[in-house]
């Protein structure tokens, strides 16, 4: 009798390069750490298991509320599936989601999913320039808006995006009348009689997702991610804690966008991996957001420390009857004194965290170890690995900050249609480069120090700082110019333009600079907030410049 064939990961990947092998893909296999099964099919136990559960609530801060039950859920991401189907997406075809926090997003999730296809995600904040960086990228054939957000008209802006990027096929508008639309734009509301389609189970290994990041370079780069390593750090995650932590059943407050990464996976994934309940709002305000908790028994949360730093400030803190009972910390640096006073102020458990988009979350605290760990970013998951290594690549001792190492199951495959940076971040014996600098103690806990790429993090939103400069840098008055992070008590970075003018010609207020930034395209949270004038900036022998004496000076 012959062996059977081993599988082969390349076979799924539709010609995107990974360094991962056959070998380490059957042992991850074997181990169980990758489960073979899809996005998809966790939603389908769920609907089986507790059909008549509210699996999602939509709450808006124009006072609405919608709910699904996990039947609903599950009809309506087949009816997802069903559409896109009929408007020609296929397997491995992108379709890019650009909607706030409204229960028909992780439909469209669950149901790009169902289909085979690729999903990615844009903030519905976003402007011109990171849009279209995504949707070129990615290769998008649709395009799925609101017909408008807030002061955006985001029909108009998908017509500018459209005359970019000619994969862009189709354009599906939620909330509108349908009155004024053009060829290839659709209600999403005139598909309603689209007959329901079975689909082929996808392929586990196959890429279901892009989380767009950016480092040094600014430019968005998607890592690839598959079912396989979305569902290990789920898994671990509800394993590391204890699923029954997080409430039974698990109401999950869902407040970072779920065009990020935070917002997708542990908003969506994760929720229907526990059988929970979706509590998404299209807003964050402390005083609602703490109304929301209450009305709607929230038992957990996950996202930066900006949101728990706000829930400590409001008549949460000391209320016997708060529901709140896990809450898990990531997205941004913790301050080490806010787990252990959070933790005293809401009677829940705050666990640090530390993941970044292109491993999710790897490294967690945990009730089950000593309080002191919450002065840590936790443990690492099973089944994962860090190295702390020097300059030179050698492993440092215990305690001894360096470069972030990491390599595990729930790591992505490398970057989509970029080859040159998957090489690039990936060492040999498959050790990815996080980009972070940290230490591991003698009980394994590790400590974030800092970041080696050159963003800035502002309440948990990475902001690409060369996409910043490079606009600056375009006006014709600027000779030179510099963007850093300054602290923030509440959202732990600022933006701070560092420039310097023409002689001549007048100097920028914050206003006059983020009037010219937004005009080209900038997204509004990527605007700098202080604006200081220099004569010249410290530079380098070499010619770069100094950042460094900068954040002394300014910070």
């Known amino acids: 009798m012959t062996a059977p064939t081993q ?6 990947l539709n010609g995107q390069y990974t360094p991962i092998d056959d070998d380490t893909a059957a042992k991850w296999r074997a181990e169980g750490w990758w489960e073979d099964r899809s996005i998809r ?28 039950t996990y039947r609903e859920f599950d009809r309506n991401a087949n009816h997802v599936a069903s559409v896109l189907a009929s408007l020609g997406v296929g397997s491995g075809d992108a379709v890019v989601v650009m909607l706030p926090n409204w229960v028909e997003y992780p ?50 802006q998908s017509r500018r995006l459209r005359a970019r990027i000619p994969t862009l096929q189709h354009v599906i508008v939620l909330d509108d009348d349908g009155s004024d639309l053009c060829d290839g ?10 007959a329901a389609r079975q689909f082929a189970e996808p392929d586990p290994d196959q890429i279901c997702y892009l989380g767009f990041t950016s480092g040094t370079t600014g430019e968005p780069k998607g890592a690839m991610h598959s079912h396989n390593t979305l569902i290990y750090s789920a898994r671990r995650q509800a394993e590391h804690i204890g699923p029954e932590r997080f409430g039974e059943p698990m109401v999950n407050l869902v ?36 109304q929301v908790i209450r009305d709607e028994g929230i038992t957990t949360f996950f996202g930066a420390p900006t949101f728990l730093q706000d829930m400590v400030r409001t008549d949460l803190a000391g209320d016997p009857d708060c529901p709140l009972r896990c809450l898990v910390i990531a997205g941004a640096p913790v301050p080490r004194n806010l787990p252990a006073q959070a933790t005293a102020a809401l009677g829940a458990y705050v666990a640090p965290a530390w993941g970044m988009t292109e491993c999710s979350i790897l490294s967690s605290c945990t009730p089950d170890e000593p309080e002191d760990i919450l002065r840590t970013d936790g443990s690492i998951f099973a089944g994962s690995e860090v190295r702390i290594v020097d300059d030179n690549g050698e492993a440092v001792a215990a305690g001894v900050v360096g470069d972030l190492l990491m390599r595990g199951p729930g790591v992505v495959y490398g970057y989509y249609d970029r080859p040159d940076a998957t090489r690039d971040a990936y060492l040999p014996d498959l050790w990815f480069k996080s980009g972070d600098r940290a230490d591991v103690d003698e009980n ?14 502002r309440g948990g939103e990475n902001i690409p700082v060369t996409d910043v400069e490079s606009v600056i840098f375009d006006h014709p008055d600027v000779l030179n110019a510099a963007v850093i992070g300054v602290p923030d ?11 310097v003018i023409k002689a001549g010609r007048p100097e920028f207020t914050v206003e006059t600079l983020g009037e010219y930034l937004l005009e080209q395209g900038l997204s509004k949270h990527y605007l700098p907030e202080t604006v200081v004038h220099l004569p010249e900036l410290p530079m380098t022998p070499s010619g770069k410049i100094q950042k460094f004496k900068l954040r002394e000076q300014y910070s």
């Open 107 to 156: 439909e469209f999730l669950f149901g790009i999913n169902e289909l085979g296809a690729l999903y990615a995600g844009i903030p519905v904040a976003y402007g011109d320039k990171q849009a279209a960086a995504i949707l070129r990228r990615s290769q998008a054939k649709v395009l799925v808006i609101p017909r408008r957000w807030r002061s955006n008209d985001n029909l108009e």
């Open 41 to 68: 099919s966790l939603l389908t136990d769920a609907a089986q298991a507790h059909p008549d559960r509210i699996a999602l609530v939509g709450r808006r801060a124009d006072g609405g509320r919608v709910t699904r």
């Open 489 to 499: 008590d509440r959202l732990g970075e600022r933006v701070c333009a560092v420039v």
């Open 255 to 290: 407040a970072s966008p779920m065009g990020h990464h935070t917002g997708y996976i542990w908003g969506g994934v994760f929720t229907v991996l526990l059988a929970g309940t979706a509590v998404q709002v299209d807003r964050w305000d402390p005083a609602w957001g703490s």
């Open 7 to 12: 599988r082969r990961l390349a076979d799924a």
């Open 185 to 194: 734009e659709s209600l999403w509301s005139s598909h309603d009689g689209v």
């Open 444 to 457: 394994g806990w590790l400590r974030l120090r800092g970041r080696s790429k050159d963003i800035i993090i």
